[in-house]
C-alpha cells in the first residue's frame, strides 16, 4: 500500500499567501513527520505529531493530524520565497520498526516574489 | 550542531563496478539508515541497521547490497555491481530521540 500520498503535487503561490499540503496515509502509524528538500539537498527535519496529538505549531508551521482519516495538512503562513522547495511526509509506524520512515511524493511548492 | 556527514557528494561509476558511500553518523545516536530518492521520485527505505547488524530491509535492498559499520564511527552501504537503475541520490540517517537526521546525500550516477 501506498503511504503518505501529498496533495497538491505542485503549488504555486505569491509570497506572502499561505500555502497548505495535504497528506494522507493507509496503515496505523506512531508519528508523522514533515521534511523540506531544497532542489538536489539533502532532506530537513521540519515538525513530528504524535498519533495522539491533533494539532502543531513551530514558528511558521502548522501542522494537523486527523487519525480517523488518516491525513494530515502542513500549514505554511506568510510565505517567503525562501520556503521555495519540495515538502514531503512521512509516516513512522514504531514498533519493530522503529525510526523507520515510508516517504510521499512530495508537494513542490513555489513561492514567487 | 551535530550532523551526518556524507561522502563523496557525487559519484560516476561504470556499470558493474562497485562502489561504497560513505556516512559519519550523529555519534550518540543508535539506529542508521540508507534511503535512496531516484530523480523526480519519492524518498524510499533501503535499510536500518542497529547494534552492528540489520534489523530491517526493503524489498530495494537485495544481495548486491550490503551495509557495515566498520569501526564505529563510519556507516557504509555497498553495492556490489552497481546497474544504470541504481543511479539515485543515497542519503543516510541516524535517529535520535524523536526525529531522523538526515545527511546531505550523495548523488550516485551510473553510466
Known amino acids: 500500500s501506498q503511504q503518505g500520498e501529498e496533495d497538491p503535487q505542485a503549488l504555486s503561490i505569491q509570497e506572502g499567501e499561505n500555502a497548505t499540503m495535504n497528506c494522507s496515509y493507509k496503515t496505523s502509524i506512531n508519528n508523522l513527520q514533515w521534511y523540506r528538500q531544497n532542489s538536489g539537498r539533502g532532506l530537513v527535519h521540519l515538525i513530528l505529531i504524535r498519533s495522539n496529538e491533533r494539532e502543531k505549531h513551530s514558528g511558521r508551521l502548522r501542522v494537523t493530524l486527523d487519525t480517523s482519516k488518516k491525513s494530515s495538512s502542513l500549514l505554511i503562513t506568510a510565505s517567503r520565497a525562501a520556503d521555495t522547495a519540495s515538502y514531503f511526509c512521512?509516516?513512522?509506524?514504531?514498533?519493530?520498526?522503529?525510526?523507520?520512515?515510508?516517504f510521499g511524493q512530495g508537494t513542490i511548492l513555489t513561492v514567487h516574489p | 550542531e551535530p550532523e551526518v556527514t556524507q561522502t563523496p557528494s557525487h559519484q560516476v561509476t561504470q556499470m558493474g563496478q562497485e562502489v561504497i558511500l560513505r556516512c559519519v553518523p550523529i555519534s550518540n545516536h543508535l539506529y542508521f539508515y540508507w534511503y535512496r530518492q531516484i530523480l523526480g521520485q519519492k524518498v524510499e527505505f533501503l535499510v536500518s541497521?542497529?547494534?552492528?547488524?540489520?534489523?530491517?530491509k526493503s524489498e530495494i535492498f537485495d544481495d548486491q547490497f550490503s551495509v557495515e559499520r566498520p569501526d564505529g564511527s563510519n556507516f557504509t552501504l555497498k553495492i556490489r555491481s552497481t546497474k544504470l537503475e541504481d543511479s539515485a541520490m543515497y542519503f543516510c540517517?541516524?535517529?535520535?530521540?524523536?526525529?531522523?537526521?538526515f545527511g546531505q546525500g550523495t548523488r550516485l550516477t551510473v553510466v
Open positions: 512521512a509516516t513512522n509506524a514504531g514498533g519493530t520498526s522503529y525510526g523507520k520512515l515510508t
Open positions: 541497521f542497529y547494534n552492528n547488524e540489520i534489523s530491517e
Open positions: 540517517a541516524s535517529w535520535g530521540a524523536t526525529e531522523a537526521f
